[in-house]
C-alpha cells in the first residue's frame, strides 16, 4: 500500500471520480459548490497557507481501486475537517482505514485534536466512518429558504456583531450548546462574522453566517425564551446583508429543533437529518511533575517524589 499526497500527474483519476465522491463538510459544499471542493486537490502544493491536504491511497496489488481522501485544516485550528472521499463503492475496503489513520497522523502533527465529518444517517458510508473510529455527537438538519425571497429595505432587529459583544454571545453560546459538543466545536477567539439580536440590552439571538458564491450558511443561536420566532427568523432571512440572490442555508441542530417549527412557517424546504461525526486524535492528560520543597532543619532544598505517590509511614 502506497500513500502519498496529490500532484498534478493524478489529475485523470481526480476527473474519473467527479461523480463518485462523497463530501463532509456541507458548508463548504453548499456556499462553493461541489465542484470547487475537489478541485482544491490542485492547491495542495501550498497545503501550509491555505491548509487544503489531499491524499492517495494505492492497494500494493494494484488490483483495487485508488482511494482519495481530502481534509481542510487551518493554521492552529484544534478542528480539522473531512472534506470528500472517492471512490463511494471502495470505502467499505481495509485501505480506507489505512488512508484515515494516515490522515490522523498528519494533521495531528499539525495540532489537530478532532476530525469532523457530517453524513447522511442512512448513508452507508456512517457505518465505515463508526469502523474507522469515529463517533455520533450530534444531529443536524440543513433547512434552504424558499426561492421567492427577496431582500427588503425595511429595518432589522438583527445587526452585524462587533468586538462588544463577544462575552455576550459566548455566555449564549455556553447555555445553549450541550458540554459534548462545546469539547469538540468552540466559537473562535476572535473575527466571530454573524449577526445578533437584542431584547431589552439582554443578547437573545447569535447567527454565525458563512458567504460563498453559491449560498450563505447560517447556523443560529436563538434563546428559548424569545416568543416571537418565526418573526425573528422571518426578519433575519429577508435581511441578511449582502445576499445578492443567493440560497441561504439554515444549519439546525438537534439542540436547537424547536427551531425547525419556523422554518416549515416560512415554507423552507428540509434536507434529509444528518450525523457530525468526530474522531478525536488526542486526549488530554494531566502531567505530574516533581516539585522542590525546603528542608527546614539544613536550610537547603531537597527534590521530593512525585507527590502523588508519596507514602506516610508512622512509627509504633
Not at 491555505?50 to 500494493?60: A, E, K, Q, R, S
Request: charged share 20%.
Amino acid at each position: 500500500m502506497d500513500i502519498r499526497h496529490f500532484d498534478w500527474r493524478d489529475l485523470p483519476l481526480l476527473l474519473r471520480y467527479r461523480q463518485r465522491g462523497i463530501f463532509f463538510d456541507y458548508a463548504s459544499v453548499l456556499t462553493r459548490g461541489e465542484i470547487l471542493v475537489p478541485s482544491r486537490a490542485m492547491l495542495s502544493y501550498f497545503a501550509s497557507t491555505i491548509g487544503v491536504y489531499t491524499y492517495l491511497c494505492t492497494p500494493d496489488d494494484k488490483q483495487g481501486e485508488t482511494l482519495l481522501g481530502q481534509i481542510s485544516h487551518g493554521q492552529g485550528k484544534q478542528v480539522a475537517h473531512l472534506s470528500f472521499l472517492a471512490p463511494v463503492n471502495a470505502l467499505d475496503d481495509d485501505n480506507l482505514l489505512k488512508l484515515l489513520d494516515h490522515i490522523v497522523q498528519q494533521i495531528g502533527k499539525r495540532g489537530a485534536f478532532h476530525l469532523l465529518a457530517e453524513v447522511e444517517e442512512r448513508s452507508p458510508v456512517f457505518e465505515n466512518l463508526r469502523q474507522t473510529g469515529f463517533a455520533l455527537y450530534v444531529h443536524q438538519r440543513i433547512w434552504q429558504s424558499p426561492g421567492d425571497t427577496q431582500q427588503t429595505e425595511s429595518s432589522s432587529q438583527w445587526r452585524e456583531i462587533t468586538s462588544l459583544d463577544a462575552v455576550a454571545v459566548r455566555s449564549l453560546y455556553d447555555m445553549l450548546v450541550p458540554a459534548l459538543v462545546q469539547q469538540v466545536e468552540s466559537l473562535p477567539n476572535k473575527r466571530m462574522k454573524g449577526l445578533v439580536y437584542y431584547r431589552d440590552d439582554e443578547l437573545m439571538a447569535y447567527a454565525e453566517i458563512r458567504y460563498g458564491p453559491r449560498g450563505i450558511w447560517v447556523k443560529p443561536f436563538i434563546h428559548p425564551d424569545i416568543q416571537n420566532i418565526t418573526e425573528l427568523v422571518t426578519d433575519l432571512l429577508y435581511n441578511l446583508p449582502n445576499r445578492h440572490s443567493r440560497p441561504i442555508y439554515f444549519c439546525i441542530r438537534s439542540y436547537q429543533s424547536w427551531l425547525e417549527n419556523a422554518l416549515e412557517d416560512l415554507q423552507a424546504e428540509a434536507g434529509p437529518m444528518q450525523v457530525v461525526m468526530v474522531k478525536h486524535l488526542a486526549v488530554a492528560k494531566k502531567v505530574r511533575n516533581s516539585f522542590a520543597i525546603p528542608n527546614l532543619e539544613s536550610g537547603q532544598q531537597e527534590i521530593s517524589t512525585p507527590f502523588v505517590n508519596s507514602e506516610t509511614h508512622n512509627n509504633i
